[in-house]
């Protein structure tokens, strides 16, 4: 059984930036797909990145973060990162960072552990 404890949400300004971490402990972490979502008050939980199991792996972005953020992932520290510069009102939600055995895929039905979230608002 896998456990993710995501930190690194708070209130910003639109424009600036946040790193959102995500720390997996209770199983072989390099054999993970990790993704980030992400769900607004009244929205259904949407995909924003993934990452495949190791740090050279091909990532993957929703098309209204592409080009604002990063996904990346520390074997060593167990642990994957959501980068976030330029933010907009529109990132405000819960983000959650979930796993999977096997490819990285954009569908949170696919995903089978998930942490608790950590709010990310951002004042315009």
């Known amino acids: 059984q896998v456990q993710l404890v995501e930190s690194g949400g708070g209130l910003v300004q639109a424009g600036g930036s946040l790193r959102l971490s995500c720390v997996a402990s209770?199983?072989?972490?390099?054999?993970?797909?990790m993704g980030w979502f992400r769900q607004a008050p009244g929205k259904e939980r949407e995909f924003v990145a993934a990452i495949g199991w190791w740090s050279g792996s091909n990532t993957y972005y929703a098309d209204s973060v592409k080009g604002r953020f990063t996904i990346s992932r520390d074997n060593a520290k167990n642990t994957v990162y959501l980068q976030m510069n330029s933010l907009k009102s529109e990132d405000t939600a819960v983000y959650y960072c979930?796993?999977?055995?096997?490819?990285?895929?954009?569908?949170?039905?696919?995903?089978?552990?998930w942490g608790q979230g950590t709010q990310v608002t951002v004042s315009s």
């Open positions: 979930a796993a999977r055995a096997g490819a990285a895929v954009l569908s949170r039905q696919a995903y089978d552990y």
């Open positions: 209770g199983g072989t972490f390099n054999s993970y797909a």
